[in-house]
């Protein structure tokens, strides 16, 4: 099989979030979990997601390493490239999204990309190129106070602006309701006016629809998983081809959180009062504190009831410790200590995990060295069970920071995954 589409994600939890959109919608993917090395075997798969660690890194190592990513899937044979970032268009004026959205662009010679962030089914909409957050704009929801990538504006092209070197326009609502037709004429003439992106609107899934009609055959498309999964729609309507979902491990489990999102705050208490838990203190950490041993030790004594071990924590506490630590460092010592606690908890035999937090869960599939994994079903809207290629096979359920109801992480383990 050769597959058709080759995505190039900005973290793990965003990667995994397209690939289970795409999976509901019949298409099989497998996701790797950085650059695959030569040779690594590749499955057979309609689509291949390279899950990089790269939304809050440096923007020239985010190109590099998007630009190596790019370079590997157009190696396989994918027809399509598809860069996909968070669906607030987490990022800072320094980037990550337009110096790599620009990179990818001139790799392929794109004469001109969308930008699509919309998943209307999770609230992410996009109008007149401003973001909405379950219809409050992006500037007043909770992500203005991301503690790595505070969203402060709403405007799309104003963020995108600030970080690239080329220009974006916008395809109006009005637009994208006109069809396909009119939508490639709009972005022929914003490319004719010497724009290279165009931010376009949608508030419906019918206006994803026509988008991916519209850019069916581009070299290069942005976006969240609300547009990869009006691709695969486009795709399957044209092939009549769907494929089943892989079985995930059973066994015991562990929940790890290290988001900061309101919604994973409340997932978190949830838990918490029906499970026993165990915090992660960062300032513990920093002085040199043996918290990770005490969390395995912890999760040992309560390896039968789903033991929660979480640094999740509001705003003002996580203002707190990085003033005193700086972002940097509270970040890193976080993300080390969920990397051997993941480790440590397999070793003792957990066969599933369930991971809330991009960048937990880039520490933790790190952590066990894991090189792809094949998706699953999902449990909620853009959270899929996953099931590691590498032995022992695990069961990762790795949610994005503001994915899920509040019972998400028991409603995860009643379901077979």
Same mark, same amino acid.
């Given at each position: 099989m $050769?597959?058709?589409?080759? !995505?190039? %994600?900005?973290?793990? $939890?965003?990667? $995994?979030?397209? %690939?289970?959109?795409?999976?509901?919608?019949? $298409?099989?993917?497998v996701q790797f979990l950085g650059v695959p090395g030569e040779g690594t075997p590749v499955p057979d798969a309609d689509c291949l997601v390279v899950a990089l660690?790269?939304?809050?890194?440096?923007?020239?190592d985010a190109v590099e390493q998007s630009l190596a990513a790019a370079r590997w899937l157009l190696a396989q044979g994918v027809e399509q490239l598809f860069f996909q970032y968070c669906s607030t268009f987490d990022s800072t004026p320094a980037g990550n999204i337009g110096p790599v959205s620009e990179a990818l662009a001139a790799e392929v010679g794109a004469g001109i990309a969308v930008l699509a962030p919309s998943v209307p089914e999770n609230g992410r909409t996009v109008c007149q190129g401003d973001m909405f957050v379950g219809g409050v704009p992006l500037n007043e929801s909770s992500l203005r106070t991301h503690p790595l990538n505070p969203m402060t504006d709403s405007n799309l092209v104003r963020v995108f602006s600030a970080q690239a070197t080329t220009t974006a326009g916008v395809v109006r609502h009005e637009t994208v309701r006109d069809g396909a037709s009119a939508i490639t004429a709009r972005l022929a003439h914003l490319q004719s006016e010497g724009h290279a992106f165009a931010v376009a609107d949608a508030i419906y899934d019918e206006d994803l629809d026509a988008i991916a009609s519209a850019v069916a055959d581009a070299p290069l !498309?942005?976006?969240a998983?609300?547009?990869?999964? %009006?691709l695969a729609r486009a795709r399957r309507s044209s092939t009549g081809q769907a494929h089943q979902q892989p079985a995930a491990p059973i066994g015991r489990a562990a929940v790890l959180s290290g988001s900061c999102s309101t919604a994973t705050q409340a997932q978190v208490a949830l838990h918490r009062a029906q499970h026993p838990s165990?915090?992660?203190?960062?300032?513990?950490? +920093?002085?040199?504190?043996? !918290? !990770?041993?005490? +969390?395995?030790?912890f999760a040992r004594v309560h390896r039968d009831d789903v033991p929660l071990i979480y640094s999740s924590a509001d705003p003002a506490q996580v203002r707190a410790v990085q003033d005193e630590l700086g972002v940097a460092r509270s970040a890193g010592l976080i993300e080390s200590a969920f990397s051997e606690i993941a480790r440590g908890l397999v070793d003792d035999g957990v066969r599933r995990l369930i991971v809330a937090g991009g960048e937990t869960s880039g520490a933790v599939v790190t952590g066990l060295g894991t090189t792809a994994i094949e998706i699953g079903a999902e449990v909620s809207p853009g959270v899929p069970w996953t099931v590691s290629v590498d032995e022992p096979r695990i069961g990762l359920l790795l949610k994005s920071g503001n994915f899920g109801p509040p019972d998400i992480f028991t409603s995860a383990l009643v379901a077979q995954p």
């Open positions: $050769t597959p058709w589409l080759g !995505v190039i %994600a900005d973290d793990f $939890t965003g990667a $995994t979030d397209l %690939a289970g959109m795409l999976v509901r919608e019949g $298409t099989s993917a660690k790269s939304r809050s890194i440096a923007a020239e !498309v942005t976006g998983a609300g547009l990869g999964i %009006a165990f915090e992660i203190d960062p300032l513990r950490l +920093a002085a040199g504190e043996p !918290v !990770v041993a005490e +969390a395995l030790d």
